[in-house]
């Protein structure tokens, strides 16, 4: 590298400048750096304008077997930079043109009196046309793409698109670069679960701060990361709580940003889950055959950028995570008492699952994207495309034709830039952990939200048969009630007729007599009856009359000889 740039680099493995720039990554002012690196020196710089980039893309690196990271937040405040970049390496327009997409424009959010349920709803759909669904990410604002929508251009902006598609991810490949580009879902939440969501929140949208991202993989060993800016209209500092979310949001990159800094040396020990093989001097100073040489470095420090590996914990891998405790909370409510309500949170966190999953499938896609390109490609569609492209292919010694199973690595220029090997066995593990600790997971607490609306459905069934039953059983008692006096009934009615024979012929005693016959020949016959159709008092869920009173009367005696004791 040229003289005249070195002074504006400061030595990256200085504790000083380390510390700085930690510091910086969590400051949302904060607009760029640029970190070169290989096993003996690091280097870095920041907040750089479009000039010194150019300038520096046009020199000569530290060393042969340099890495080059250069890291943007808020690519609209730094257009200048982007297209600078996007000249020197080739990027295609339209890859160019979403890269400085402005940010969504933030509206005050429209509140409208009362005008009915036909007339809101009306509303909400009118509203819901314009407006996107996604938390806001001030808490006071909604976002909107423009005032007017013009349904025949699709004069779509991409900030929009992404806000509304979640899982929307692009894989663009050129001769220089390999670029991928996707939405990350942080959990600035935290992981418990909350009680309220946050004002603007929508059900259908798990909770957690949306991001996007470009991971641009270069032929120079350069590795370009481009951030959405999380407050594209913050006007004045930051509070506490978007302090901790911008934390948390940027937590994987400061853990790849400690990894290039002999600096670190103290945590990285302490810490062995959070080490990146990515700087290999840090790692094997005392071994003279290391496993991390050169010409990996690029793409491993591209697939740990991707590799958010704690996010995904924190969201949904981890054993209580925040989904499977909303689950367990509205099964235990469901068996103190069921009802309709409980289906509608159902119904929403299913819609949540199923955008989560969908975001999961997208990483995945891109996975099998970026590896699809690494497989070796026939000889003989290599040799067709060179002939289609006025390129002669030499023939083996011997003029023989090539054989037909011959394959060779695909080195085609339109293939764009290959990953390493170490970086090609890291993402296939990673595909497999997305399916086996995500997806899996995700698919779990959909079929358990399933089985749960069926539980809720049979419990509030259920609930309405016992309901009837008691219903019955009471109705049942007052007939037998009425089946047990009625003979009486009529036996004292008898008795009560004013005849002289009678008077003078009958006594209290030939009264209450006849009164036990009658009532002892109707007990009996309820007690046969019931044997015989089967209504006799007792019942599978709720207990008898009979049984009540008994418990109720041990627990009274039991209570009070427990007292006499003491």
């Avoid at 990256?12 to 904060?30: C, G, H, I």
């Avoid at 009680?195 to 270069?218: D, F, K, V």
């Avoid at 901790?244 to 600096?263: E, M, T, Y």
Wanted: with cysteine.
């Amino acid at each position: 590298m040229s003289s005249q740039f070195l002074p504006k680099f400061d030595d990256f493995d200085e504790r000083t400048v380390y510390e700085s720039y930690e510091k910086a990554v969590v400051n949302p002012d904060t607009l760029n750096f640029i970190i070169d690196f290989d096993s003996k020196t690091a280097r870095a710089a920041r907040n750089i304008d479009h000039q010194y980039v150019a300038n520096l893309l046009l020199a000569k690196k530290v060393g042969d077997e340099s890495t080059r990271w250069i890291n943007i937040w808020g690519p609209e405040r730094q257009k200048d930079v982007v297209k600078t970049l996007a000249g020197h390496y080739g990027f295609s327009p339209r890859l160019l043109g979403l890269m400085c997409s402005d940010p969504l424009k933030p509206v005050p959010a429209i509140v409208t009196p009362h005008r009915g349920p036909i007339q809101g709803m009306m509303n909400h759909h009118r509203q819901s046309a314009l407006r996107t669904h996604a938390p806001d990410l001030e808490g006071h604002t909604e976002m909107i793409n423009s005032p007017t929508v013009n349904p025949a251009g699709l004069d779509l902006n991409h900030y929009s698109i992404v806000d509304e598609v979640w899982h929307f991810s692009s894989v663009d490949w050129g001769p220089k670069y390999l670029c991928i580009g996707y939405n990350w879902l942080y959990n600035t939440h935290g992981p418990s679960i909350d009680r309220t969501e946050p004002a603007g929140h929508s059900h259908r949208l798990p909770s957690g701060t949306r991001q996007w991202a470009w991971l641009i993989l270069c032929s120079d060993a350069t590795v370009v990361s481009i951030y959405e800016n999380p407050y594209p209209h913050q006007q004045g500092p930051l509070s506490s709580e978007d302090k901790f979310n911008l934390s948390i949001i940027r937590a994987n990159l400061l853990n790849v940003l400690r990894q290039l800094s002999k600096a670190n040396d103290g945590s990285r020990m302490q810490n062995p889950i959070m080490t990146l093989p990515i700087r290999s001097s840090l790692l094997h100073r005392n071994s003279h055959a290391p496993y991390i040489v050169p010409l990996d470095v690029p793409s491993l420090l591209l697939y740990y950028l991707f590799d958010d590996w704690y996010t995904s914990y924190s969201l949904v891998a981890r054993k209580e995570h925040r989904y499977g405790e909303r689950l367990e909370i509205l099964r235990e409510s469901m068996f103190e008492k069921a009802q309709l309500g409980q289906i509608n949170q159902l119904h929403d966190i299913g819609r949540q699952l199923a955008v989560l999953k969908r975001l999961y499938q997208s990483y995945a896609l891109i996975i099998e994207r970026v590896l699809e390109r690494q497989k070796p490609v026939d000889a003989s569609i290599m040799r067709e495309h060179s002939l289609s492209s006025g390129q002669d292919t030499q023939r083996p010694t011997g003029g023989q034709p090539p054989a037909t199973k011959e394959f060779t690595v695909a080195n085609d220029r339109s293939l764009g830039v290959p990953l390493s090997p170490a970086a090609i066995v890291r993402f296939e593990r990673l595909k497999d952990r997305i399916g086996l600790y995500a997806l899996s997971e995700i698919q779990g607490c959909l079929e358990e939200k399933n089985s749960m609306v069926s539980l809720s459905f049979n419990l509030i069934a259920l609930k309405e048969s016992q309901a009837v039953e008691r219903l019955t059983r009471i109705t049942i008692l007052l007939a037998k009630l009425t089946i047990l006096f009625l003979p009486v009934s009529l036996m004292t009615a008898y008795f009560s007729v004013q005849i002289t024979d009678l008077q003078t012929s009958y006594t209290y005693k030939t009264y209450w007599t006849c009164f036990g016959v009658i009532m002892a020949a109707s007990l009996l016959f309820l007690v046969v009856f019931g044997k015989l159709s089967g209504t006799l008092e007792g019942r599978p869920i709720y207990k008898s009359m009979t049984e009540t009173f008994t418990d109720a009367t041990k627990l009274a005696f039991g209570s009070r000889r427990g007292r006499k004791t003491d």
